[in-house]
């Protein structure tokens, strides 16, 4: 990989500013200035700096965002807040972007990345990837959602949903739900079908990768590789 380009992907600079730095005698690789921005790297092996900074070599991002209400899931938008805008600067780059998406008014976990493989994998509906959250309700649950869930509820009179699980609490009026799909606006028409309303919703978990109980809400953190790993493992 060409120098110029690898610190323009990895620090989300344009080639142009990547070319100046490397003109700057402000890029070192391996302990030797760079004199050219067409030089050829390993980015697995070779130790790149920047302003004395090494520069960690990440192929792809996988970043865990804890969703405010009020912020939309698109990378652009141009009236409502975006998740990219919540990003820190250390995780800013080119090519990010939210991979399945969450209602205005709903907040929680949110994974980000710019893996377009993985994305797809996640999303595809052969991978039924299970999603959990937590469900507040204008009424107490009854028992009967349990199997009217667990059977493949029918919303809006014919569009016919996957099996979800409801896990009752110790509040009536809240419960966890796993999905293994994502319709538009699925939770709220599913309560509604049931003579029932949501009063919040909250995404705690996508996969096996459980949204930090530490992350405060409108903060962001990368997701770890033992976190990976657990992507796919309750499919």
Known sequence: MRIDK??????SLSRSDAKAMIKK?????????VK???MKLDPEKDRITLNGKEIIYRKFMYIMLNKPE???CATRDGLSATVLELLPDSLIRKGLFPAGRLDKDTEGFVFITDDGALAHKMLSPRSHIEKEYEVTLEKPYEKEYIDIFASGITIDGDEKCLPAKLIPTADPYKVNLILHEGKYHQIKRMMTAVGNRVVHLKRIRM????LDPSLP??????ITESELLTLFEKV
């Open 25 to 33: 005698g402000q890029v070192f690789v391996n302990g030797e200035r």
């Open 70 to 72: 009020g912020v939309i």
């Open 217 to 222: 809400s409108g903060k962001a953190r990368e």
């Open 207 to 210: 996969g096996g990768i459980i």
């Open 36 to 38: 050219s921005a067409d």
């Open 6 to 11: 690898f610190i323009s992907e990895q620090e």
